[in-house]
């Protein structure tokens, strides 16, 4: 909806509590094509939001992904740090040094993911299995 | 939305670990934040106290923390409450965090309720 797309907050790292984020409310997209976004108490649109919280869980699935959840103490988020930049398709279009930099990152954050760990995560949020998710977030 | 299935630790001080209080429940997900006065190796068994307040935690799921007497840890885990009313903490995280100023923390514990309170009185 292009009156998402220019709302103040579309670009925002929004800084939002676990409960918080969790309470948001995915909005209908007009056409498939439309970014997903979401809804609190029926006033903001965004997608970029910022958490931070002690890492409770950590699932890496080498080259692909890694998947961690964050708790805050208000509730805990669930989160999916791709590694498969360099054989999706979503990535093709970039150049092959991009890419290379976008991999050395992720490993990187990958490595600082660890059980007990405070993180601060940054990134999109969208809904995976009905959960609400932030994902490739810098650590 | 379907919220995760990893518990969050609630927010508590060891003050609000006691028999008469909400959070005084069988398997509840807690953080806590205190000095450690004791720790064995044989058990893994630590106890943390802060001000009057103290609790045991069973700390033997935790991998590359090691255990100073007088440094100040927080653990997230599960209220584990014995026949004899003693609670103890099964941690499956925990950290140091000396330098922390608990008097702090705990004014920011009022605030965090304080807004999650008023969050969902206007919700």
């Known amino acids: 909806m292009a009156c998402n797309h220019h709302h103040q907050l579309y670009n925002t790292q929004l800084k939002l509590l676990a409960f918080d984020l969790l309470s948001l409310t995915q909005t209908p997209s007009h056409s498939p094509s439309d970014p997903i976004s979401f809804s609190r108490k029926g006033i903001f649109f965004f997608f970029r939001v910022e958490t931070i919280g002690t890492i409770t869980s950590r699932e890496l699935?080498?080259?692909?992904?890694?998947?961690?959840?964050?708790?805050?103490?208000?509730?805990?988020?669930f989160c999916v740090l791709w590694l498969n930049h360099l054989v999706s398709p979503y990535f093709s279009p970039y150049s092959p040094p991009s890419v290379r930099l976008i991999v050395q990152m992720a490993s990187h954050f990958a490595v600082e993911v660890r059980l007990g760990v405070v993180a601060r995560v940054r990134e999109r949020t969208t809904s995976y299995l009905g959960r609400i998710t932030s994902y490739r977030g810098a650590v | 939305m379907e919220s995760s299935a990893i518990k969050s630790g609630a927010l508590v001080s060891l003050q609000d670990v006691h028999q008469s209080s909400p959070f005084f429940k069988q398997g509840a997900s807690l953080r806590v934040t205190g000095k450690l006065q004791e720790y064995s190796v044989e058990t893994a068994i630590a106890i943390v106290v802060d001000g009057n307040a103290k609790l045991k935690i069973n700390t033997q799921h935790l991998r590359d923390l090691s255990f100073r007497v007088g440094s100040i840890y927080q653990f997230i885990g599960e209220l584990l409450i014995q026949p004899d009313d003693e609670a103890?903490?099964?941690?499956?995280?925990?950290?140091?965090?000396?330098?922390?100023?608990?008097?702090?923390?705990?004014?920011?514990?009022?605030?965090?309720?304080?807004?999650?309170?008023?969050?969902?009185?206007?919700?």
């Open chain 1, 61 to 77: 699935k080498p080259n692909k992904f890694l998947k961690f959840t964050i708790d805050d103490g208000t509730n805990c988020i």
């Open chain 2, 88 to 123: 103890i903490l099964q941690a499956r995280v925990g950290r140091n965090v000396d330098g922390i100023d608990l008097n702090l923390y705990h004014q920011s514990l009022q605030l965090l309720r304080q807004f999650q309170a008023d969050h969902l009185r206007t919700t």
